[in-house]
């Protein structure tokens, strides 16, 4: 009877919450990464350098990291469905303002305004997931979730591409279009959250009775469980040494995760490619990484191990950025690309199932915030040392492999953080 309720309760949830956050995420990471495209275009109407338009790229990370935590904080005491609709339309707002941007200046102000209004829904998703599904269920689930980034490039590209092909129409340029359509979408969507989503269990009015009950008994045993070993407080989860060796991590994954974002475009591009032609084939590389990280996702669920399925994914990754640097044609260059989508989209999930583990309540909101706040500067720092690297020698090789070595210091971090780890109640890879 446990069993059949709980496949049926997973179930009802997985199917209520899963697409449209999945849905939420697509839109935030188009409009978050989408300057990739409107560069091919942008950066010579408006004068911008490698390096100016990297540094640019990357500064939306600085505004991230200083309100990251706070609003994350915040969604843990006011709610999800209210903050998470905040943070959509204030985006929208920002992201559909980049069209009427004129130089540097405005430029990078606009970036990092978009930063700010961002900051939190990422791992505001992460803690709202932790209130919902068990821990053994969580990588999956978060891999679903995470799968948007990938298939916003796999179906966003060639939309971007596109927008980019209405130069001239009402006087806007392509990449005017391109910003305030695909900033549309936020703003709408930032209204549905408000009527759609649930806090939390027990106000799930959309399950019945004995479902709700049993939700909320399961998720209440599991932080009981680990209430003697979690960090529950804010500064602990702050302070905790797991959570900063997390934040290195994924510092890595994320310099490799925004530099595809940022620059794959164009360094499609530059073998004489029209827009509409770079749409499609940055498609393909992203394609081959959402079926990946599913896979690879349940895998790490299945078996309970963490550590190397954190450890080769970056690894992948590493080869894939130093093989991007050493391809001459089309096709070696989106083998390359799909070897670093593959391997940055599926270190990801079984990365974010670990700081669940030993934390809960406002520590594991503040935790989850910094890990991100923290780890998502390797989004300021790939991006714009492959900008300021190609003013400096004309070519995105040495940038590449900057990014590359990043990945290799994330294996490796993970492999003494394992080691450092101490399992005393649960099997060694839950505890990773």
């Known amino acids: 009877m446990a069993s059949e309720i709980q496949t049926r309760v997973l179930r009802k949830i997985t199917w209520r919450i899963v697409p449209f956050i999945m849905l939420l995420y697509f839109v935030a990471f188009i409009d978050r990464v989408n300057i990739g495209f409107a560069s091919l275009t942008m950066n010579k109407d408006i004068g911008l350098s490698p390096a100016v338009y990297g540094f640019g790229a990357g500064i939306f990370f600085w505004g991230y990291f200083l309100f990251e935590v706070p609003s994350n904080i915040i969604l843990h005491k006011i709610g999800a469905r209210i903050w998470i609709a905040r943070v959509m339309i204030t985006w929208g707002l920002v992201s559909a303002a980049m069209a009427f941007v004129q130089g540097p200046t405005g430029f990078y102000i606009l970036r990092f305004l978009l930063g700010v209004a961002e900051a939190g829904f990422f791992p505001g998703i992460i803690l709202y997931l932790s209130y919902w599904f068990p821990a053994r269920q969580r990588a999956a689930v978060t891999a679903l979730f995470m799968a948007a980034a990938p298939l916003s490039t796999v179906l966003g590209s060639p939309i971007s591409g596109a927008l980019l092909e209405m130069d001239g129409l009402l006087g806007f340029k392509g990449w005017q279009w391109l910003f305030v359509l695909e900033a549309l979408p936020a703003v709408l969507l930032g209204f549905v ?50 959570v900063l060796a997390l934040a290195l991590i994924y510092f890595g994954t994320s310099a490799g995760l925004y530099t595809l974002g940022v620059w794959a475009p164009q ?82 999930p079984p990365l974010w199932s670990m700081p669940t583990l030993f934390l809960s309540g406002p520590a594991a909101a503040a935790g989850i915030a910094t890990i991100n706040s923290i780890g998502n500067l390797g989004g300021f720092v790939g991006p714009a040392m492959i900008g300021w690297i190609k003013d400096q020698t004309g070519s995105f090789v040495g940038g590449l492999y900057f990014v590359s070595g990043l990945l290799v210091l994330s294996a490796v971090l993970t492999l003494l953080l394992s080691r450092a780890q101490s399992a005393p109640v649960e099997p060694v890879p839950q505890s990773h």
């Open 193 to 242: 959250v408000l009527g759609f989503l649930t806090d939390r269990p027990e106000k799930a009015k959309w399950l019945a009775h004995d479902e709700r009950r049993w939700l909320v008994e399961a998720m209440n045993a599991e932080t009981t469980s680990k209430a003697a070993t979690a960090s529950h407080s804010i500064w602990r989860g702050l302070a905790d040494p797991r």
């Open 267 to 348: 360094i499609i591009k530059q073998f004489g490619l029209s827009s509409l032609q770079v749409g499609f084939l940055n498609a393909l590389p992203a394609t081959a990484a959402v079926v990946a990280m599913i896979l690879w996702a349940r895998h790490s669920d299945r078996t309970g191990e963490r550590t190397w399925h954190v450890v080769w994914a970056c690894l992948i990754a590493a080869a894939g950025l130093a093989y991007a640097g050493l391809a001459t044609g089309v096709v070696a260059v989106l083998v390359a690309l799909a070897l670093v989508n593959i391997g940055i989209s599926s270190a990801k």
